[in-house]
């Protein structure tokens, strides 16, 4: 089988994309896309999407890890997904999509940028003085200081699994709080099982964690090692959060075909 694919990246969280609005990759097998997503032998990323179409929407998203296993919402891939769908003719001033976690809506600003609205968040767990919150996909936040020089990769996969995280998975964000609204955030992601660049839900629940208003609107910035993210949300609650956007880069890298 030929797969004509799209390599994109936010912010160096980077994904195989494959227009499946004609089904023909509805069999791709785990085997499959974890060789797509192989960065010696494949085409190489972190994740690989398909778009699909959707009644009522504009369309699916659906998100496999690197690992080759279907997976739950992935931030950067949506905002990535978007600027695919503007690219191949899909151009509109506000998109609907669907994804495993429900309905999201995403713009493209004149310069660019994609800003993704992502799930409501209505419980942050606080976990032996560190923090749990789902955007999406799951997340274990540790508050950290002089993060560029962290153990990331050994301390994120001793905390991913351990027992009460080993069978489900947990992706791993490691946190420096530069100032009330700038943040650092470096992640160690489940189903790729290593740091990534950037990863968008955990971007999001670093966000949410540090937030700087008590009640009402807060803007916070995000350096990760691929660039900067700027997160809005609207703390309605002590753990709750509303209106929640997602916004940075997406860029295509390039486009070809492979033989499976």
Not at 239 to 258: D, H, M, Q, Y
């Amino acid at each position: 089988m030929d797969i004509i694919f799209h390599k994109y990246q936010g912010t160096g969280n980077d994904f195989v994309i494959l227009d499946n609005r004609d089904e023909r990759y509805n069999g791709l097998t785990t085997e499959q896309v974890r060789f797509l997503c192989n960065r010696r032998f494949g085409i190489g990323a972190d994740g690989l999407m398909l778009l699909n179409n959707a009644n009522g929407y504009d369309f699916e998203m659906k998100y496999y890890n690197a690992d080759g296993r279907e997976s739950t919402m992935c931030g950067n891939g949506g905002r990535c997904l978007v600027k695919f769908a503007y690219n191949i003719g899909l151009k509109k001033d506000k998109y609907l999509f669907i994804a495993t976690d429900g309905a999201h809506e995403a713009e493209i600003d004149d310069d660019g940028t994609v800003s993704l609205k992502m799930k409501d968040v209505d419980d942050v767990k606080d976990y032996h003085s560190d923090f749990i919150v789902d955007t999406g996909s799951p997340h274990y936040i540790k508050l950290t200081s002089d993060v560029w020089n962290f153990d990331v990769y050994k301390k994120g996969k001793d905390i991913r699994n351990s027992n009460t995280f080993a069978k489900e998975g947990i992706n791993v964000n490691f946190v420096e709080q530069k100032n009330n609204d700038e943040i650092i955030v470096r992640t160690y992601e489940r189903g790729v099982e290593d740091e990534t660049l950037s990863c968008g839900t955990g971007v999001t629940a670093s966000a949410l964690v540090c937030y700087h208003n008590e009640r009402g609107f807060n803007d916070v910035t995000v350096q990760t090692k691929g660039g900067k993210l700027t997160v809005e949300f609207d703390r309605t609650g002590d753990n709750t959060f509303r209106n929640i956007w997602l916004c940075g880069p997406a860029e295509k890298v390039f486009e070809g075909s492979v033989s499976l």
